[in-house]
Each structure stands twice: as C-alpha cells, then as structure tokens.
C-alpha cells in the first residue's frame, strides 16, 4: 500500500481529527508518503524559527496597553549566548536590575520570550488581559515585566528586586513538531533567586489548539486567589477547584531553564 494516510478506508483519519500527533503516517515502500514528509520540514522548520525568532517588543508593549510594562534583560548579551548558557538567561542584567523600580505588589507578570518567539508574540498579552479582566481590583498588580532571552528563574530576580508577593511568569516554551506556539506560565510565591522547581505551580501547552486563553486565565486566576491565601506555591498548592479537578495545572512541572 503506497500511501495509507490518503486511503479512503484509513483507519487512523478519525484519531486525527482529535490530535495534531502525528500518527499512522503512511509508507511509500521503505520512506514516508511526500505528503507526509514535507509537513514533517515545515513543521520543524517553523519550531527553529520559534527558537532562533525574537520577539517584537515594542508590539508587545502594545497589545499590553493600557496596562504598564517596562524592559529588563537577563545577563545572556544574545541569542547565541542564551541558547549556550541557560545560567545566563537565568540571572538579571545587572544595569537593568538596578533600574527597577521597588513597590507593593500583590501580583506581577513577567514576560520571558524564553524558546518560542510565536508563542509569546500571539499568546501572552491576550492571556494577561484576560487575567487582569478576572482578578479586578483585588490585587495591586504592577507594570508587566518584559524581559529579553530570559528563562523561567529570571522571573524570581524580578519580582525579589521589585517587592512582589507573587510572580506570574509567561514563557515561550520549547517547541516541538505538533505545536510550535505553546506558552507556559509558572508561578511563584515569595520571589527570591534559589527557589527550586517543587517550588512553582505550571500552566502549560496554551495555545490555539491545546489550552484555550479563556481556560488558562481562569485556571491562573484560581492558583493566584488560592496562593495568596495560603501563602505559598509548588507541590503544597493542589489544583482542586470543582470546575478545574483533573487539568493538572496545580501540579508543578520542569521548567524550560
């Protein structure tokens, strides 16, 4: 059978219909269909360009507005160096540390483009304003953080340097060859360099067609309201809520760096 993916009877097109896995892709004798073969280069073209891509600030700073967002940048000095040094993606730019302003903050978000340009330019900004729609006036949020070849523990010098109780980090996360515009989110009580993994709550897999934005705030917003209360994030702060039971967002996860 030359190309089973294209065959009338397949057996595999309604499991396709439900993932964008790849599965039951076929043979043409001992190789894959080209049809099959030339979605698999784009697919894998499009998550290097998610890694290798930056994100337009600028823009980004405006789809935010009219909330406040100011700049920082971790100590990688380029892409290269950030893609070689996760520990430099990890730690403040020095210069920029020292431009923080300081204040009393509930909640801050922070923007890492971290591995996926994609994921950060059509998903974060969405994904805060529907956060910031559900909490209110509850919480004293402070200007969103935007913050350059950074990773997931840039997030704590951010919100130790700015007096914040509680960080929301969005992040491009790695790309693979199903979703190459996935965003994760980690969040973290009481912000300080050194806070382990276990200490963080995770989002992940937001996008179009993984964890809607609608869904993803709601879920944020729930660990957010229970963090505050409890004073604390990680392994301790179980995602229990009725009309969350069974997502998985409470469990904390491996950052990308």
């Known amino acids: 059978m030359s190309d089973d993916k294209d065959h009338p009877t397949d057996p595999w097109a309604r499991f396709r219909q439900a993932t964008r896995a790849r599965i039951g892709l076929g043979r ?85 483009d971290g591995l996926s340009a994609a994921a950060v330019q059509v998903n974060a900004a969405p994904l805060v304003h529907a956060c910031l729609d559900r909490l209110g006036k509850t919480l004293r949020v402070g200007p969103v953080v935007l913050a350059e070849q950074a990773r997931v523990a840039l997030g704590d010098a951010v919100g130790a340097a700015m007096g914040a109780r509680l960080v929301a980090l969005l992040v491009g996360e790695r790309p693979g060859l199903s979703a190459a515009e996935s965003l994760g989110v980690y969040l973290t009580w009481d912000p300080k360099p050194g806070r382990a993994d276990s200490e963080r709550n995770c989002l992940s897999n937001i996008h179009a067609d993984g964890l809607s934005i609608g869904t993803a705030a709601d879920k944020l917003c729930w660990l957010v309201t229970e963090a505050t209360r409890l004073k604390l994030t990680g392994v301790a702060l179980k995602e229990d809520a009725p009309s969350l039971a069974g997502a998985g967002g409470g469990m904390p996860h491996i950052p990308i760096g």
């Open 28 to 112: 043409s004798g001992d190789a894959l269909p080209t049809t099959a073969l030339l979605e698999f280069q784009l697919a894998h073209a499009r998550a290097r360009d998610a890694v290798h891509s930056a994100v337009d600030i600028d823009r980004l700073a405006a789809d935010l507005a009219p909330h406040p967002s100011l700049r920082v940048h971790s100590a990688a000095p380029n892409r290269d160096t950030y893609l070689r040094r996760p520990d430099l993606g990890r730690r403040l730019d020095p210069a920029g540390a020292a431009g923080l302003p300081s204040g009393d903050w509930d909640l801050l978000f922070v923007i890492a």
